[in-house]
């Protein structure tokens, strides 16, 4: 049986709209943009609606590649919380199309039309009253609100709280592949785990299932700065490359091993990082310590019974459902392991934001290799 990964955590993140009225000149130049002041304005905010941009959304559920629509629609106005952003590269994560397909209906989306992504780098080219750590021209990392979207379009707005500045050794695309799937990795092994990423603490074992796709490939190499011996599941194909990343022992998940998650060298896994589908917990069991955890990153209706039956029975043996609660520190350290050399962002492919139903289609078929960009 062929399974495919399914690393789209649920993210939540609190904001509330406050309105920032800006100012909007013409550019200066051929090819220089446009220019926002930051500072509040008496010009009406309807002055930023007569500014458009390109994008793609989808109006209803269902239509897979072909629901997205490209259109051209108003600039987005930054709140007094917000930086505006010129968007460089946004990553596409399986939530994306799983909130298009009606799967977290009726929370996400919260109204059509709808900009789909969320993770994004860019250049500040505005910032609202109350924002204190940018300004325009700063190069960052940001992870957009679900709730409102965003990403597939040539501007974007982002919550300073969840804004992080980039350094020039770290790409658009390196720094876009990071929010949701970086931060899923890091909180599940420091957080749910307990994995210390200074190298300290006791020898774990750690499992990580689909190790190549999004999470998975960050979640061996964070695991590795920690003091642990990894086993990972991969296709044949990408077997050396998560080798490549540091995992200790590599599982072919279609043979007999693979699928049972057996370690070669009969190791019993302290925690598992789950970032694939199709798996009961009576695969996991046996394989686990004593006090061993599952870690599910899209825990659906299985898995959150099987939590509350072993809450209930105080098993030893946990399944642990993952929610992901972004923040800006966190972020903030993924970017800085990307500049020192700790952290790679492997990108499986990019296309142009005029072609973006094919990264689209790419990352429904559930075996991407790393990270899919798209860029404006």
Known sequence: MTRTRHDAPIVILVQRAQPLLVNITKPRQKNSGFILSASLASSPLAMASKLTMHALQYDTYGGGPAGLKHVDVPVPSPEKDEVLLKLEAASLNPVDWKMQKGMLRPFLPRKFPYIPATDVAGEVIGVGSEVKDFKAGDKVVAILNHLTGGGLAEFAVAKESLTVSRSPE???????????????????????????????????????????GGVGHYAVQLAKLGNTHVTATCGARNIEFVKSLGADEVLDYKTPDGAALKSPSGRKYDAVIHCASAMPWCTFEPNLSS?????????GPRAMWTF?????????????????????????????LVKEGKLKTVIDSKHPLSKAEEAWARSIEGHATGKIIVEP
């Open 170 to 212: 770290v790409s658009a695309a390196e720094g876009a592949g990071l929010p949701v799937a970086g931060l899923t990795a890091h909180q599940a092994l420091t957080q749910s785990a307990g994995i210390k990423l200074d190298g300290s603490g006791m020898e774990k074992n750690i499992l990580i299932t689909a190790a190549s």
């Open 291 to 299: 006090n061993g955890k599952v870690i599910d990153i899209t825990p």
């Open 308 to 336: 509350a039956l072993k809450k209930l029975t105080f098993s030893k043996k946990q399944l642990v459902p993952l929610l992901l609660i972004p923040k800006k520190e966190n972020l903030d350290f993924l970017v800085k």
